[in-house]
């Protein structure tokens, strides 16, 4: 029987605290049920088990991301679309590490395919498509934009950057001027088409 006022919704935002506060990996079934001071089977009742749980957590994720997008991008375009993007992600992992955490996670394709990644992925692509890439360069043109705010993001979390000048923000934003310049130099054709691909 599902406790009263014990709610998927409930524990999702609870596990998503929980993740900022001390870190993904300190979200488990326990430690929820100790937070609503219920056993650890009633969660069982609500999610599918601590992936299930996690997963859920990673949607919540992805869609607070995808809503601050939604409320940054509406007219912009090239660089300055590049940086409100690249922004709200930073801004985001910053305000909410262990939410972040989570939307970087392997989720299944179920909980991918009903998340919004999807709508991320086509903001980027978006973005990139504004510089006049090829279809098949515009995937490594996302690929590029991913790779440097997750790298950036990853390393100023964990403290990479704490001990030398200049600060992350001004690093930051050569970053994303190198990108952009990157986008609009982009190459029309591979320079190197005979090297072996995987």
């Avoid at 001071?37 to 599918?48: F, G, L, N, T």
């Amino acid at each position: 029987m599902k406790r009263a006022g014990l709610t998927e919704a409930r524990l999702v935002q609870a596990a998503a605290e929980l993740a900022d506060e001390n870190g993904l990996p300190a979200v488990t079934l326990s430690a929820l049920a100790r937070r609503f001071d219920v056993r650890p089977a009633s969660i069982y009742s609500h999610v599918a088990g601590l992936d299930g749980l996690l997963d859920l957590v990673a949607a919540f994720a992805l869609q607070e991301l995808a809503d601050a997008l939604a409320e940054t991008l509406p007219g912009k375009a090239g660089r300055s679309a590049l940086f409100a993007f690249a922004d709200a992600h930073r801004a985001y992992a910053i305000a909410h590490p262990g939410r972040w955490q989570a939307a970087q996670r392997r989720v299944s394709p179920e909980a991918a395919a009903g998340s919004a990644g999807g709508v991320i992925a086509r903001s980027a692509r978006a973005i990139v498509s504004g510089y006049g890439l090829s279809p098949d360069d515009e995937v490594h043109g996302v690929r590029l934009l991913g790779s440097a705010i997750n790298g950036f993001v990853a390393l100023e979390s964990g403290g990479g950057f704490d001990h030398s000048d200049p600060p992350a923000a001004a690093s930051w934003t050569r970053v994303l001027d190198a990108i952009d310049s990157s986008l609009r130099a982009w190459p029309t054709a591979d320079p190197h088409p005979d090297r072996p691909t995987d």
